[in-house]
């Protein structure tokens, strides 16, 4: 699993018009190429009346599938421009779809590459990115004696205090980095003085808020 990567915050979409042509773009994330495949299908079925459903997609940690289909533009003015997007922003699992509604006035080669490439961009930063953080899932189980205490450590400390759960002993779930669950571990030995029994329960992804950035 890779440690972190960032990708788009929500399914969703955004419509611009560049001289009279309507450019909506869809964006969802996906984790296979079918995923992609069914989305983008899903887009031309829905849009099925527009000139053009272009598409895009990155897959994999290392964005090991990726693909653009100008889906009737011009070769080149289109599906890669909007791959180019993407991949400058450095997402992952993302796929996006620009449908075109002619609106009567032809772009040319470069008017249609700079609109796609748009769309995508004003797209991106209307939904919205977030950071996907590989964390271990930890819980830690202590007497109620500790409560008070751990409870207001857990707090101020920069590790996320997902849940506490109140039961014959006080379990706190907590997520911890790969990187940093050594020193967790000691930390809460001793703080505890040994008196508290800690279990990892798997890796999740803990998901932040990325700030968009202007459309140029």
């Known amino acids: 699993?890779?440690?972190?990567?960032?990708?788009?915050?929500?399914?969703?979409?955004?419509?611009?018009?560049?001289?009279?042509?309507?450019?909506?773009?869809?964006?969802?994330?996906?984790?296979?190429?079918?995923?992609?495949?069914?989305?983008?299908?899903?887009?031309?079925?829905?849009?099925?009346?527009?000139?053009?459903?272009?598409?895009?997609?990155?897959?994999?940690?290392?964005?090991?599938?990726?693909?653009?289909?100008?889906?009737?533009?011009?070769?080149?003015?289109?599906?890669?421009?909007?791959?180019?997007?993407?991949?400058?922003?450095?997402?992952?699992?993302?796929?996006?779809?620009?449908?075109?509604?002619f609106g009567g006035i032809k772009l040319g080669a470069g008017g249609l590459i700079r609109a796609y490439g748009r769309s995508v961009s004003e797209g991106i930063n209307e939904i919205g990115l977030t950071q996907r953080l590989l964390v271990q899932q930890i819980n830690v189980c202590f007497d109620y004696g500790w409560l008070g205490k751990l409870e207001n450590e857990f707090r101020q400390s920069t590790y996320v205090l997902q849940s506490i759960d109140y039961a014959e002993d006080v379990c706190a779930r907590l997520l911890v980095k790969p990187d940093e669950l050594l020193e967790f571990k000691e930390w809460v030995t001793n703080l505890t003085n040994g008196q508290s029994t800690i279990k990892e329960e798997g890796a999740t992804y803990l998901e932040l808020d990325v700030p968009s950035t202007p459309s140029h």
Request: hydrophobic residues 30%; proline residues 2%.
């Open 1 to 101: 699993m890779q440690f972190t990567y960032l990708t788009i915050k929500e399914e969703g979409s955004h419509e611009i018009t560049i001289q009279k042509s309507r450019f909506i773009s869809h964006f969802k994330r996906t984790s296979s190429e079918s995923e992609a495949q069914s989305f983008i299908s899903d887009i031309k079925k829905q849009y099925a009346h527009a000139n053009h459903n272009c598409s895009a997609y990155v897959i994999g940690e290392n964005n090991e599938a990726q693909k653009a289909n100008d889906d009737g533009e011009p070769s080149g003015t289109a599906g890669v421009p909007m791959l180019e997007v993407l991949k400058k922003k450095n997402l992952r699992n993302t796929t996006v779809v620009v449908t075109r509604i």
